[in-house]
């Protein structure tokens, strides 16, 4: 997909070059060299998971007996209320069932089965955080749920700058 504002690229180039004649057979000659681009593409991951909620929900799980120390934060798997004061998060959920805490939210193809008791927690996590709330397969099917993990996007809004000076002395050889 393409960002919004997308605009293809395009380069400025210029190039000065002054030369003089020094007498004797020698010349001396200096260049400068200038080139930017503009509105250079850059894929970007729109739906990046966010680690800091990840870390949390995991820290939650593991204060709660929910999860070991020593487990990964992408495998937190049951759910229940938060015991850690000032957390972010209210509850603990499981990891892929909100899309491991990307903008996109929940992530409908996990909504049913053994996952349907976290739901309304998961949710209550998605909105005391800003993350995508609106999406419920259990009460509007899926309506308003985004079915992607990573998306990247192409923005355009990279640049580049290269500037480049050269001086040649040069002596020319005619006797021989």
């Known amino acids: 997909p393409q960002g919004k504002n997308f605009v293809y690229s395009y380069s ?11 007498g004797n057979g020698f010349a001396l000659s200096l260049a400068y060299n200038y080139n930017g681009g503009r509105h250079l593409n850059r894929p970007i991951n729109a739906n990046a998971p966010r680690g800091d909620l990840l870390a949390a929900n995991w820290q939650a799980a593991v204060a709660a007996g929910a999860a070991q120390g020593t487990t990964s934060p992408l495998s937190v798997g049951s759910c229940g209320v938060n015991p850690i004061p000032g957390s972010p998060l209210p509850f ?3 990891a892929p069932l909100v899309s491991f805490f990307r903008p ?3 992530n409908p193809s996990l909504a049913g089965g053994a996952f349907t008791p976290c739901i309304p927690l998961a949710l209550a996590d998605m909105q005391a955080t800003g993350l995508n709330a609106a ?4 009460a509007t099917g899926l ?4 079915p992607f993990s990573d998306m ?3 923005y355009s809004n990279g640049s580049s ?3 480049g000076f050269s001086t040649n002395l040069r002596k020319r050889f005619g006797s021989h």
């Open 12 to 22: 400025q180039q210029v190039n000065f070059t002054v030369e003089q004649d020094l």
């Open 92 to 94: 603990y959920v499981p």
């Open 104 to 106: 996109s939210g929940l």
């Open 135 to 138: 999406c419920n397969p259990a």
């Open 143 to 146: 309506a308003n749920c985004v």
């Open 152 to 154: 990247d996007a192409n």
């Open 161 to 163: 700058i290269y500037h």
